[in-house]
């Protein structure tokens, strides 16, 4: 396996890890807001932005954390060979962050409208974990590209991989960490 593949693999199976640990973290720290069924519809009961804005912004704060550390680990670790490491990163990154969406989304609650329809009025069901999008259909699915917390894993990683080559030049031209030839 030639270098290029080699590296590129270990930050893609990096990113893809990070993610998945990340989706358990989201679904950990978050708390469900729990609506009310009234005629076979879920209602959140309170309404409001800061109800329906929990789960998005867990995601944003732990994407960004995660993409940036993750990013600073591995643009110290791998010296060289730069371009290499950020195209991985990058597709990594975006890996990451449907991972981090897809396994948290399946350990929260599953989605609250449709089993509404089967519910009698009244009745508490908490929310499914999600992140808020701009327009809203009911028919699509959860993970849709029209949210900008979605740009959390890939900007925490450009930011990591640019304070780790910018503040660690010395260490890279002097070839620090690498095996010397003798």
């Known amino acids: 396996m030639s270098a290029v593949a080699t590296r590129s693999a270990v930050v893609l199976g990096t ?17 469900p807001p729990v609506g009310i069924v009234f005629r076979g519809e879920w209602i959140l009961e309170p309404s409001g932005p800061d109800y329906e804005f929990s789960g998005t912004g867990w995601y ?9 550390l993750t990013a600073a680990a591995l643009g110290w670790l791998l010296v060289g060979r730069e371009l290499t490491t950020l195209v991985a990163a990058a597709v990594g990154s975006v890996l990451a962050g449907w991972l981090m969406f897809t396994v948290g989304h399946s350990l929260g609650p599953p989605d609250p409208r449709p089993l509404a329809a089967a519910m009698d009025d009244l009745e508490r069901l908490p929310s499914d974990l999600r ?5 809203p259909d009911p028919d699509e699915a959860s993970w849709s590209l029209t949210s900008s917390a979605f740009l959390a894993f890939p900007v925490g990683t450009v930011v990591g991989l640019t304070v780790v080559w910018f503040t660690t030049r010395g260490r890279r031209v002097r070839g620090v960490g690498h095996a010397s030839a003798g």
Do not use: P
Not at 60 to 68: D, S
């Open 60 to 68: 944003v704060v732990i994407a960004l954390v995660a993409g940036l």
């Open 131 to 135: 992140v808020a999008v701009q327009d």
């Open 15 to 31: 990113f893809a890890v990070v993610g998945a640990i990340a989706g358990v973290v989201w679904e950990w720290l978050w708390t």
